[in-house]
C-alpha cells in the first residue's frame, strides 16, 4: 500500500498544482463578488443584481438556445460523415481533414466580414445565423473528437459482425454503432456547448448581443457585479455539462472502462 | 446441422487486381474446409463473398440449393468470427451471444438459455456477465464462436480466427474449435495462412493461388500427392534435389525414381520435389552428401545435408538413428520409391 501511494506521489502533486492554477483564480474571483464594500461583510447583493436585471434570462437563454443549436448543426453534420470516413470512405478523408482545419486558419474577422457580405439578408436578420458561425468555428475540435474517438473502435469489423449476425445497416447504426459511439458523441457535444457558450469575437463583429456581449457591456458600470456574473456563467455551464455528463452515464461507464 | 455451399464461377475484380479468378468450390454439409495460401491469394475475399460483405463481380453462391449472392449480409444466416476481435463492447458476453438471435426475434428468455448453452459449450459459463475488457483475447475468441454459433447458422465462416492469439492458446483453441464443429455439424470455411492449422482441422484443405484453388483434396492427399510445385512447397517442407533424366525415370541422388509428372524431358536443369522423410541416409565414406547440421525436434531429428555439388537439402528420422550422424560425415543418401514431381531448377 505505502509503495503504491508513493509511486502515485507525483500524479498527486501535478492535480494538486493544476487544481491551483485552475482553482485558485476562480475562488479569488468568489470570494471578491460576494464582498459588499459599504457594509464590510459578504453577502450576494451582486448577484441579486444581475439577477435582476431586465435582460438577464433573455440573454441567458438566448445563448443556450444558440450553443445548442451549434451543436445540432455539428452533430447532424459530423456524426455520420465521421462514421463513414471510418468505415471505408478513406479517399475523401484529406478533403474532410483540410475543411475541418480552415476555421483555425481563417481569422474571425474574415468569417465576420465574410458572412456579412455574402449571406441573404433572411441569414443576417436572424440570430440563429450566430448557431451556424459557432458551428463553424467549433468544428477543428468536434470533428477531431469523433475522429478520434470513432478509430479507438474496429468500426469496420464491428459493423460487419453486427450484419453477419442478421442486423440491417439502419439496426447496426443504432442498435450497434451509436451505442459505442455515445461517449465520444458527448465529447464532441460539450466542446462544441463550451465554445458556443463563451464566444464573443464573433458575435460583437457581427452586431449580435449574446449572453457574453451582454456581461461585457453590464460589466463597465459595476465591476463587482460584473464578476458576480462572470463566476455565475462560468459556474452555471459547468453545471450544465456536468448534468448532460450524469444524464448519460450509465452507457458511457462501461466505454470508459472499457476504452482503459 | 450444417447446409451444402457452392461457389459457381465466382469473380472479383480489384481495380487491376483479380483477387478471385472464375473460382469454383463445393462444400458439403457438416464439412470443414479449410481456405490456405499466401496472403493476396483471394481466400478471404471469397469468405467477404460467402458472408455478403462483399460482391462478386461475376458468379454464384448456393447455400442449401438456394441462390444467395444476391441476398444482403444480414440475410444470409451465416456466422462468422473475424481475426480482431469483434464483440460489441458496449454489451456482455452473454449478449454479445445473444444478438444474433434478438435480430431473429427470439424472445429474452429464450435468448438468455441459449447463450448460457452456447457460452458453456465453449467453456465460459461464468463469464455472462463480463465486458469485452475483463476477456483475454482467448476467451473473446470463444465468445465470438459461440456468437456465431448461436443462432444456428447455415454455414460458420472462421477468418484466420486465431491469428492475434499466442501460440500455447492457438493450439488450445484449434482443438476446440475442430471438436465444437463436429458436435454441432456446422459446415465451416476456416481461412488461414496458417499450414499445420489448416492440416490439422479440416476435413479437406484448398490449396488458394493467384485468385483459385490449385488443389483441394483431404490433408494426407495433399501432402504426399501435391498437385503442382505450388502447393508441394505450399504444404510441408520440400527438398529441391538436382535430377537427370534416365529414360522415363530420373536420377536423384544415385536413385532412379518415378515421375509423376516432369517440366520437360528436354531440359537439363531439373530438380526433384523430394519430402524430406523420403530421404534414406546411411553413413559411407564413399557417400554422395555430407552432414552440415542436426536438430533435435523430441522424437525426431531434422538432419541439413550437402550434396558433394554444394546443395542443400533436410532429412528427417528418428531422433535414435540420427545419434550416428556428425557435421562433417559423408553419408550415402537414397531417394525412398515412389513418384516424385521433376520441375525446372
Same mark, same amino acid.
Given at each position: ?169 439502419? /439496426? ?9 459511439? /455515445? ?78 | ?265 528436354? /531440359? ?6 523430394? /519430402? ?70
Amino acid at each position: 500500500m505505502r509503495r503504491l501511494r508513493l509511486a502515485s506521489l507525483p500524479m498527486y502533486i501535478a492535480v494538486g498544482i493544476s487544481a491551483i492554477y485552475v482553482l485558485l483564480p476562480l475562488l479569488s474571483a468568489g470570494e471578491f463578488s460576494l464582498r459588499q464594500p459599504a457594509t464590510h461583510d459578504y453577502g450576494f447583493k451582486h448577484y441579486i443584481w444581475f439577477l435582476e436585471l431586465p435582460d438577464f434570462a433573455h440573454y441567458l437563454l438566448l445563448s443556450l438556445g444558440l450553443a445548442l443549436g451549434a451543436a445540432a448543426i455539428l452533430l447532424i453534420l459530423l456524426v455520420p460523415t465521421a462514421i463513414w470516413l471510418n468505415l471505408g470512405g478513406q479517399k475523401l478523408r484529406g478533403l474532410v481533414e483540410f475543411l475541418t482545419l480552415l476555421p483555425l486558419v481563417i481569422p474571425v474577422v474574415a468569417l465576420a466580414i465574410g458572412a456579412q457580405t455574402s449571406l441573404p439578408e433572411f441569414a443576417q436578420t436572424n440570430e440563429f445565423i450566430l448557431s451556424f458561425m459557432y458551428a463553424i468555428l467549433a468544428m477543428p475540435y468536434a470533428y477531431r473528437t469523433l475522429d478520434t474517438g470513432l478509430k479507438a473502435v474496429p468500426l469496420k469489423t464491428i459493423t460487419e459482425a453486427a450484419r453477419g449476425l442478421g442486423a440491417s445497416w439502419i /439496426r447496426t447504426i443504432i442498435q450497434v454503432v451509436t451505442p459505442i459511439v /455515445r461517449g465520444t458523441v458527448l465529447s464532441a457535444l460539450f466542446m462544441t456547448l463550451a465554445l458556443s457558450l463563451g464566444e464573443f469575437t464573433l458575435t460583437s463583429l457581427l452586431h449580435w448581443d449574446t449572453f457574453t456581449t451582454w456581461v461585457t457591456t453590464m460589466s463597465q458600470g459595476n465591476i463587482l457585479g460584473a464578476i458576480a456574473l462572470s463566476v455565475f456563467s462560468l459556474v452555471s455551464v459547468f453545471v450544465l455539462l456536468m448534468l448532460i455528463g450524469l444524464f448519460v452515464k450509465p452507457a458511457s461507464n462501461q466505454l470508459s472502462t472499457e476504452e482503459n | 446441422m450444417g447446409a451444402p455451399l457452392q461457389l459457381q464461377g465466382v469473380t472479383r475484380k480489384f481495380k487491376d487486381t483479380v483477387a478471385l479468378n472464375n473460382l469454383d468450390l463445393d462444400v458439403a454439409a457438416g464439412e470443414l474446409v479449410a481456405l490456405l495460401g499466401p496472403s493476396g491469394c483471394g481466400k478471404t475475399t471469397a469468405l467477404r463473398i460467402i458472408a455478403g460483405l462483399d460482391r462478386a463481380n461475376a458468379g454464384q453462391v448456393w447455400v442449401n440449393g438456394k441462390q444467395i449472392d444476391k441476398l444482403p449480409a444480414h440475410k444470409r444466416n451465416m456466422g462468422m468470427v473475424f481475426q480482431s476481435y469483434s464483440l460489441f463492447p458496449n454489451l456482455n458476453a452473454e449478449e454479445n451471444v445473444a444478438f444474433g438471435l434478438k435480430m431473429r426475434g427470439t424472445s429474452k428468455s429464450q435468448r438468455r438459455d441459449r447463450a448460457h448453452e452456447l457460452l458453456t459449450l465453449v467453456g465460459l459459463p461464468d463469464h455472462a456477465k463480463r465486458f469485452t475488457h475483463q476477456l483475454s483475447g482467448g476467451q473473446q475468441q470463444r465468445v465470438a464462436l459461440a456468437r456465431a454459433l448461436a443462432f444456428e447458422p447455415d454455414v460458420l465462416l472462421l477468418d484466420e480466427p486465431l491469428s492475434a492469439l499466442d501460440a500455447k492458446v492457438r493450439a488450445n483453441l484449434r482443438d476446440e474449435i475442430r471438436s465444437l464443429q463436429l458436435k454441432t455439424g456446422t459446415t465451416t470455411i476456416f481461412v488461414t495462412h496458417d499450414q499445420e492449422e489448416a492440416m490439422s482441422m479440416a476435413d479437406r484443405v484448398a490449396v488458394m493461388n493467384h485468385g483459385n484453388i490449385a488443389q483441394i483434396d483431404a490433408p494426407d492427399v495433399l501432402y504426399h500427392s501435391p498437385a503442382d510445385e505450388f502447393v508441394a512447397g505450399f504444404v510441408g517442407q520440400m527438398n529441391r534435389i538436382p535430377a537427370e533424366v534416365k529414360k522415363d525415370k530420373v536420377k536423384v541422388l544415385d536413385s532412379l525414381v518415378s515421375v509423376k509428372s516432369i517440366h520437360d524431358y528436354q /531440359r537439363t536443369d531439373l530438380v526433384a520435389l523430394i /519430402r524430406p522423410e523420403a530421404l534414406e541416409v546411411s553413413l559411407s565414406p564413399k557417400g554422395n552428401s555430407r552432414v552440415v547440421a542436426r536438430s533435435f525436434l523430441g522424437p525426431m531429428s531434422k538432419v541439413l545435408l550437402q550434396t558433394l555439388g554444394g546443395v542443400e537439402f533436410q532429412a528427417v528420422m528418428t531422433s535414435e538413428q540420427s545419434t550416428a550422424l556428425h557435421s562433417g560425415d559423408i553419408v550415402q543418401v537414397k531417394v525412398k520409391a515412389g513418384e516424385y514431381l521433376v520441375v525446372a531448377a
